[in-house]
């Protein structure tokens, strides 16, 4: 296991956490919500929901096929790079909005949204190529342990500028992830030669598009994942991208209150990530991923309940335990289930997972608060079954760790 390939690709997280920490669930999403649409009678977040369901619903048609293509054409650090700048170039377009631009600003935030998720793609398909099998837990928590630690300086770091110089605070995220996502270029490995020319991939991968279908779904424990991850993960996504939102709309939190809010929760996703990373390998990361969504169960409805922003407080912490350790369990579990070779294919079938049901998540949140004038209380109702039709999914597969020990 190479320490320098290690480093450099936990690294990655830190900088691009930045980007969920600041534009999905805080201060973007509350500027274009209240600022740029304006929330009467839930319109803004209805905007919003449409915003995050569009942006994930282009990532999760690509992504298999552009996994595929990086992996016959030999060119995943290639892809890496060139979604992180689309990303990064929407996130300094975000400086040119201003209040009445919602038209703009959809389209700023999917092109911004669909470079760094379909970046992630082949970030995530590097795990296997790093770190061996009995590993991979403890090295996927650590890359979302850091990554914690990097969305908390993220916020930091705009708090002074939140409600002022909201310019400034697009022009800091950029520069951010782009400063400390360099030593990945430069130190994870090389991409290897391919079957065939990129190009010649392209048109491989269109023409045989099916039968890479075909052949992840004949694959009984990956398919079995995927499914039960397609539920989990949306509302896993929901909470992130709404809860800006539900603490200012509906517990009167103010700007700086949520993003302090969420400052405490990166922190504390920061301390679950690393406390059940080693758990992960020794236990299985099924073992793991069943606590932690008994805990996001737990917390959908109570949250449903409870009128208390200090209530609202404490669920948040606790949920937050949980979030750095559903997310790097979930990856450990898919790359145990993965075929050699087909990294950066089969992580585009987790992301067509992951963002397909990330549509269905945000437009169900948002189309209840529509519903009912405003109130987004039952979404979270709905997020509920979300996790426990996951849970009751994912007793279906069957940890290979597990089976071979």
């Not at 973007?28 to 915003?51: A, D």
Request: overall charge positive; aromatic content about 14%; some cysteine.
């Amino acid at each position: 296991m190479n320490k320098k390939q290690v480093g450099a690709w936990a690294l990655f997280d830190f900088a691009n956490s930045v980007y969920p920490a600041v534009i999905t669930t805080t201060v973007f999403s509350i500027y274009y919500v209240g600022t740029i649409v304006g929330n009467e009678g839930g319109r803004g977040q209805w905007w919003w929901g449409l915003c995050v369901a569009v942006s994930a619903l282009i990532v999760a048609v690509t992504s298999p096929l552009l996994g595929a293509i990086a992996d016959r054409g030999g060119a995943r650090k290639k892809f890496m790079l060139a979604y992180t700048v689309i990303c990064l170039v929407g996130v300094l377009l975000m400086t040119t909005l201003r209040p009445g631009m919602v038209v703009a600003g959809f389209v700023i935030f999917v092109i911004a949204n669909v470079g760094f998720e379909s970046a992630l793609v082949f970030y995530n398909a590097y795990l296997p190529d790093i770190a061996p099998p009995e590993k991979q837990g403890w090295i996927s928590g650590l890359g979302f342990g850091v990554g914690y630690l990097g969305s908390a300086l993220g916020l930091l770091m705009v708090l002074p500028f939140a409600t002022s110089r909201t310019e400034l605070v697009w022009l800091l995220v950029a520069a951010f992830f782009l400063l400390f996502s360099l030593p990945a270029f430069l130190y994870l490995p090389p991409d290897r030669a391919g079957e065939m020319g990129v190009p010649q991939a392209a048109r491989w991968g269109i023409i045989n598009f099916p039968e890479i279908v075909r052949a992840v779904w004949q694959l009984k424990e990956l398919r079995n994942f995927l499914i039960a991850f397609f539920f989990y993960i949306d509302g896993v996504l929901t909470i992130i991208v709404s809860a800006g939102t539900v603490a200012t709309e509906t517990f009167g939190f103010t700007f700086e209150d949520t993003i302090i809010l969420f400052l405490v929760v990166q922190i504390s996703a920061l301390v679950g990530a690393f406390a059940l990373a080693k758990p992960t390998d020794s236990y299985g990361p099924k073992k793991v991923l069943n606590g932690v969504l008994v805990l996001w169960i737990a917390a959908s409805v109570s949250a449903f309940f409870i009128q208390s922003p200090t209530l609202f407080w404490a669920v948040a912490v606790v949920v937050g335990l949980g979030l750095g350790a559903v997310q790097s369990a979930s990856r450990s579990f898919m790359s145990a289930l993965i075929p050699k070779g087909k990294e950066a294919e089969m992580f585009g079938f987790y992301a067509l997972c992951g963002k397909s049901s990330s549509v269905l998540g945000p437009l169900l949140f948002g189309g209840a608060a529509l519903v009912f004038g405003g109130n987004q209380r039952p979404g979270f109702l709905l997020i509920a079954v979300l996790f426990i039709i996951g849970l009751v999914l994912l007793q279906r597969v069957n940890d290979p760790r597990a089976v071979a020990s």
